[in-house]
């Protein structure tokens, strides 16, 4: 399964990254996504990079502040998140969508609908004091 890590209490600003691990498990037939849920809230799409990196895709809210990449041979997908504001405040989530390696697939971005993937992990927790 999927472990989300990095999480913490920052100020408004302020950066943190994060990332989520495989746990040792290939991810490169995945397209991963980061969604997060703040308090009383959906769950929403935040940023997606789809299986080889060609294709990533981020909310209009965090465009120009947050930055998804992976590295397939480390197993592992990241989210710089530079600053950050309260409303940034939420449990983050990683999670993963089966992929089937076809030409189409080399430039499609993930979707923002949570119902389309088939992994998740456990949320790390992101605090933003004003």
């Known amino acids: 399964q999927l472990q989300a890590f990095g999480g913490g209490l920052v100020q408004a600003g302020d950066s943190l990254r994060l990332s989520c691990t495989a746990h040792g498990r290939t991810i490169s037939g995945y397209a991963m996504s980061w969604f997060r849920q703040a308090p009383g809230k959906e769950r929403t799409f935040v940023a997606g990079i789809n299986w080889n990196g060609g294709a990533i895709d981020y909310a209009d809210s965090v465009k120009g502040r947050f930055t998804i990449s992976r590295d397939n041979a480390k197993k592992m997908v990241y989210l710089v998140m530079n600053d950050l504001k309260p409303e940034d405040t939420a449990l983050y989530y990683c999670?993963?969508?089966?992929?089937?390696?076809?030409?189409?697939?080399?430039?499609?971005?993930?979707?923002?609908?949570?119902?389309?993937?088939?992994?998740w992990g456990k949320g790390t927790l992101v605090t933003v004091s004003s």
């Open positions: 999670a993963a969508q089966i992929t089937y390696r076809t030409k189409a697939s080399e430039t499609e971005a993930p979707g923002h609908d949570a119902g389309v993937y088939d992994y």
